[in-house]
Antibody, heavy 119, light 110 residues
């Protein structure tokens, strides 16, 4: 069974940093793109970033480029989102999602972890 | 990258059909057949309903269908049921090698 479990959310001050881990299981992790998608309270979904199975190719939304870094550890089946220079508008539930193999959609999602940026 | 445009809300009575539109640009919806649709119930993670414009995963009801014309994709729910009441989001791959979501549509079953 495919499982994605995010953690690391919490309260952080504006300008602060936070790292979100996502633990993957139930599939061959090293064969899939992995994504982060976020949802501000009461708002819509926003794609944040993705990382290729090679761990090298990455892409980011303009809203987080230069502040967030996605990475992965295939030995541990983990994907991470390092968030720096956090802003109030980064407050959201952050979902880890698997990119379907050979396709351009998200076939499995985690339950999300809440990040609150506030003073 | 601006969000794709969806109607804020759509409603229908049980058994009726409704259609949700998703309008983008040549850089996303019109440029690729990589539009997917997700259903989200309150407090839950999104669930894939349609991928590559019109393909339905085996576990999704036949009542859900997708299509595209130019820069507008559509999701149709036929035989509307109470459990279809949820938020729906479209998304598309883009020419910038990123993804863009729609603004979201709240479906209400009257």
């Amino acid at each position: 069974e495919v499982q994605l479990v995010e953690s690391g959310g919490g309260l952080v001050q504006p300008g602060g940093s936070l790292r979100l881990p996502c633990a993957a299981s139930g599939f061959t992790f090293s064969s899939y793109w992995m994504h982060w998608v976020r949802q501000a309270p009461g708002k819509g979904l926003e794609w944040v970033s993705r990382i290729k199975y090679d761990g090298i190719t990455t892409n980011y939304a303009d809203s987080v480029k230069g502040r967030f870094t996605i990475s992965r550890d295939s030995a541990k089946n983990m994907v991470y989102l390092e968030m720096n220079s956090l802003r109030v508008e980064d407050t959201a539930v952050y979902y880890c999602a698997r990119g379907a193999m050979g396709f351009y959609y998200f076939d499995y999602w985690g339950q999300g972890t809440l990040v609150t940026v506030s003073s | 990258q601006s969000a794709l445009t969806q109607p804020a809300s759509v409603s229908g009575s049980p058994g009726q059909s409704i259609t949700i539109s998703c309008t983008g640009t040549i850089s996303d919806v019109a440029g690729y057949n990589y539009v997917s649709w997700y259903q989200q119930h309150p407090g839950k993670a999104p669930k894939l309903m349609i991928y590559d414009v019109s393909n339905r995963p085996s576990e999704v009801s036949y009542r859900f269908s997708g299509s595209k014309s130019g820069n507008t994709a559509s999701l149709t729910i036929s035989g509307l049921q109470a459990e279809d009441e949820a938020d729906y989001y479209c998304t598309s791959y883009t020419t910038s090698s990123t993804y863009v979501f729609g603004t979201g549509t709240k479906v209400t079953v009257l």
